[in-house]
């Protein structure tokens, strides 16, 4: 009988993997609960429903809805079933989570939200670097500048040295709840092409500007423009950044739900 490089039969087909069966049953089901064709009190099927439906064992079923309740985006009650969760519930730091909610939010309300906690996350780790930074700490923030402007007119350097200017930031503030939560949110953004959105001609030259008015701060131990500093930028840059035919979501719209 002939077989495969591997010495597996050449008759038989490579059998996916569970684990990525699994992968995938996940990240549909987020992307139906986010989107909000599953809405919140409303009851998954029945497992055998759903094992046929996505062509699954019952046990990769199982293990992918104990993937949904470990991220709150369902609960699993005895004798009634699986439920979905309000939004407050949901783990918004998982990358899956975090993602979906970006590439399906049509008004980039999501990415709005975003901009607003990662603006006063940033901000106050601006503030305490300002007012503890020491000379090697401060180095490590002109050489992350530098960086930056000598990748100028290289799109994608200069993108990663702007990542690594606000990642040392970060680290060098001593908050480690607070860069956690931010890189997460940062990570999550940079890897999402509506978060580049469209730039101006002039955005690299302004964001250089505005990054250097941060280290100035810093340097000169100035917490309060520091602070300042660094919440206008990050709001101005996704400011420029943003479509501008893309509505603002309202207040009343529910997270991810503005897809139809």
């Not at 069966?21 to 055998?48: C, F, M, N, R, S």
């Amino acid at each position: 009988m002939p077989t495969d490089a591997d010495g597996a039969s050449a008759f038989f087909p490579r059998r996916v993997p569970a684990g990525r069966l699994g992968v995938a049953v996940v990240a549909e089901l987020v992307e139906l609960i986010v989107t909000g064709q599953l809405k919140e009190g409303d009851l998954l099927p029945p497992e055998g429903t759903l094992s046929e439906h996505f062509g699954v064992s019952r046990t990769v079923l199982r293990e992918s809805v104990k993937r949904l309740e470990e991220k709150g985006l369902v609960i699993v009650s005895q004798g009634r079933g699986t439920q979905v969760q309000a939004p407050g519930y949901w783990n918004m730091l998982d990358p899956i989570v975090l993602s979906a909610l970006i590439d399906n939010d049509e008004s980039l309300g999501v990415l709005d939200e975003l901009t607003v906690v990662r603006a006063s996350l940033e901000a106050a780790m601006a503030r305490e670097v300002a007012s503890s930074r020491n000379a090697e700490e401060l180095r490590r923030l002109q050489n992350a500048l530098t960086a930056m402007r000598e990748s100028e007119f290289e799109t994608d350097s200069f993108r990663q040295a702007d990542v690594v200017f606000h990642y040392a930031l970060m680290e060098i503030s001593g908050n480690r709840l607070a860069e956690n939560i931010a890189k997460h949110l940062y990570k999550r953004a940079v890897e999402s092409s509506r978060y580049q959105g469209i730039n101006p001609p002039d955005a690299v030259a302004l964001t250089l500007q505005e990054h250097a008015a941060i280290v100035d701060a810093i340097a000169r131990h100035d917490s309060d423009a520091a602070e300042k500093a660094m919440l206008d930028h990050i709001q101005v840059s996704w400011e420029r950044r943003r479509l501008r035919d893309t509505p603002k979501r309202s207040r009343s719209g529910a997270a991810g739900q503005s897809k139809p």
